[in-house]
């Protein structure tokens, strides 16, 4: 995946920073959830094309003690996931298999972009996000 798109020190600030109205977010969710929040980044910096090696290194770039090499789930598991979260009419998001493990965004609900970059904005309000800026982890 080119991660050119993203903004490194945002998505640190929302899922790891405890400054942030959601401190390790990732931290204690289901794989179906994490999976929600991850697509829902991706989204918002418009990625609509993923691997499964692209969670993973999602997951690697994170640099967080809650995220260790021994936590990362296999690629079995992470599409079966992916399966699961376009079933449920909580999530609104949903993925299509293109094969050979690359998956395509088809959906995802504008309020959860909102609720992304709606915290984005409080961080920088806050100065919270110019801190990862600062003092890059990934």
């Not at 080119?2 to 929302?14: G, H």
């Not at 640099?63 to 979260?85: C, D, N, V």
Request: hydrophobic share 35%; aromatic share 14%; charged share 20%.
């Amino acid at each position: 995946m080119d991660w050119s798109n993203t903004q490194r020190a945002e998505i640190q600030y929302f899922c790891t920073s405890t400054r942030s109205r959601t401190p390790g977010l990732l931290c204690g969710c289901t794989l179906k959830l994490q999976l929600g929040f991850i697509l829902t980044i991706f989204a918002s910096y418009q990625i609509t094309e993923f691997q499964l090696t692209d969670i993973k290194a999602f997951y690697k770039l994170l640099h967080t003690p809650h995220f260790g090499p021994e936590q990362l789930r296999p690629p079995s598991r992470i599409a079966k996931a992916l399966e699961q979260l376009g079933r449920g009419c909580y999530y609104q998001i949903h993925v299509r298999c293109l094969g050979e493990a690359r998956y395509q965004i088809t959906e995802v609900s504008p309020r959860y972009i909102s609720d992304y970059q709606n915290e984005l904005n409080y961080g920088y309000e806050k100065g919270y996000v110019q801190y990862f800026i600062l003092n890059p982890i990934l």
